[in-house]
């Protein structure tokens, strides 16, 4: 993405002449939440600036890139004993139900964490780049999960997981005991977390009902720019 990006922020990058972190805090909206507390790197003012501006937001900086369950446990104290839900900015969805309500009705429905899951082709999961199959049943738009891969396998057609979580106060703890468990100076990623939560019947998949859209690589920014500016 640094063709598109240059050295600022990708998370500003325009789609459809909006900044891409705009599109997901307007999903946040639609999905009734009014608190946002958004992760950043270090180093990437623009961002801040931009944010700075935008009622109900708060900001945390993650001081090294070591894996997004690293992000998220920075939103523990935010969430003090409320669900955290979580949303990537470089995951659009075009839906007739903004995605994260999806996972936010899921999650009052049954009362656990909830991961959002997309249905991919091999073709799909190799131009994302590395990414976990997720065996289960579907159950109407319920996906029940089974077995979490780790990141890298590869299957003709796969449901995966995508930027949209609802994660209860005892997930977010749970953290600092999956960061145990890997070796040291792993990444401390989302898969296992849900692998941890799976194990112990605490996870749900939600199957999202629209288009996603991975704005993180440049032909998922093109096509992002192409539908959103109908």
Known sequence: MRSIAGDGPKEMV???G??????????????????????????????????????GVEIAIQREPRGLADAIRLGREFAADQPLAVALPDN??????????????????????????????????VRRGATAALDGERVGA??????ISDKGARAAMAYTAVGR????????AAIDIV???IPAGAELDDVPLMQWLLARGELEGRVIEG???????????S???????R
């Not at 979580?165 to 005892?170: G, N, S, Y």
């Not at 288009?211 to 998922?220: A, E, H, M, N, Y």
């Open 179 to 181: 960061e145990k468990t």
């Open 14 to 16: 325009p789609i459809a």
């Open 92 to 125: 659009i969805f075009v839906a007739p139900t903004p995605a994260l309500a999806q996972v936010l009705h899921a999650h009052r429905t049954v009362g656990t964490n909830i991961v959002a899951i997309v249905e991919i082709s091999a073709r799909e999961a």
């Open 165 to 172: 979580f609802v994660f209860l106060p005892e997930a977010l």
């Open 211 to 221: 288009q996603f859209l991975d704005v993180g690589l440049p032909s998922g920014y």
């Open 223 to 229: 096509e992002a720019n192409d539908l959103l500016s």
């Open 18 to 55: 909006r900044p891409a972190i705009d599109w997901v805090l307007g999903e946040c909206a639609e999905s009734g939440i009014d608190e946002i507390l958004v992760v950043a790197a270090p180093g990437k003012d623009a961002l801040v600036q931009h944010l700075s501006r935008t009622p």
């Open 142 to 147: 319920a996906y029940r999960i089974t077995h």
